[in-house]
T-cell receptor, first 113, second 112 residues
Framework: KAGVTQTPRYLIKTRGQQVTLSCSPISGHRSVSWYQQTPGQGLQFLFEYFSETQRNKGNFPGRFSGRQFSNSRSEMNVSTLELGDSALYLC????????????FGQGTRLTVV | EDQVTQSPEALRLQEGESSSLNCSYTVSGLRGLFWYRQDPGKGPEFLFTLYSAGEEKEKERLKATLTKKESFLHITAPKPEDSATYLCAVQAHSGGYQKVTFGTGTKLQVIP
């Protein structure tokens, strides 16, 4: 079966702009979680959506937001981009809420210049 | 604040040389501990979930164990294809939410 698909794979944005990243989970999975990965901080949890509702969240500012659609596809939005937002953004899907046995996509590499 | 510390940061093994990776954690309200492997340029690949002290899980050459303060990932007779970064993560209750905290990983290199 198809894995987790993230688009786009690479993105270059200018400081101050906003960006939207997309994630299509594995068919049948209702939970989608988002993570930021940087060399300095490692993997950091952003938030989790389950059945179109944000169920869990990490410690990121309100500039980072997301949503989930009825087909479980999810989008993550970052507004007013800062240079420090440059990172690999990973999406993970799982059958149940709570990150149990999560399957990750290959990520979107965001560069802010 | 939840903390996850992995050691060593990097490990170089000869093929067939068994070893263990450590993940120590400080959390309140542990819901689960996860192990992943990550290859360069790819997202993490799920390996194991452990829920309570004393639990053990195995998959091929890997065995994960859990105590109240740490988890070990034992690698028996590793092969070059086991080379990857191994990540540990804990899920815990925090302020009404379930939050996931990752360690910074152990980069394993297995030499033929």
């Amino acid at each position: 079966k198809a894995g987790v698909t993230q688009t786009p794979r690479y993105l270059i944005k200018t400081r101050g702009q906003q960006v939207t990243l997309s994630c299509s989970p594995i068919s049948g999975h209702r939970s989608v979680s988002w993570y930021q990965q940087t060399p300095g901080q490692g993997l950091q949890f952003l938030f989790e959506y389950f059945s179109e509702t944000q169920r869990n969240k990490g410690n990121f500012p309100g500039r980072f937001s997301g949503r989930q659609f009825s087909n479980s596809r999810s989008e993550m939005n970052v507004s007013t981009l800062e240079l420090g937002d440059s990172a690999l953004y990973l999406c993970a899907s799982s059958l149940l809420q709570g990150n149990t046995e999560a399957f990750f996509g290959q990520g979107t590499r965001l560069t802010v210049v | 604040e939840d903390q996850v510390t992995q050691s060593p940061e990097a490990l170089r093994l000869q093929e067939g040389e068994s070893s263990s990776l450590n993940c120590s954690y400080t959390v309140s309200g542990l819901r689960g501990l996860f192990w992943y492997r990550q290859d360069p340029g790819k997202g993490p690949e799920f390996l194991f979930t452990l829920y309570s002290a004393g639990e053990e899980k195995e998959k091929e050459r890997l065995k994960a164990t859990l105590t109240k303060k740490e988890s070990f990932l034992h690698i028996t007779a590793p092969k070059p294809e086991d080379s990857a970064t191994y990540l540990c993560a804990v899920q815990a209750h925090s302020g009404g939410y379930q939050k996931v905290t990752f360690g910074t990983g152990t980069k394993l290199q297995v030499i033929p």
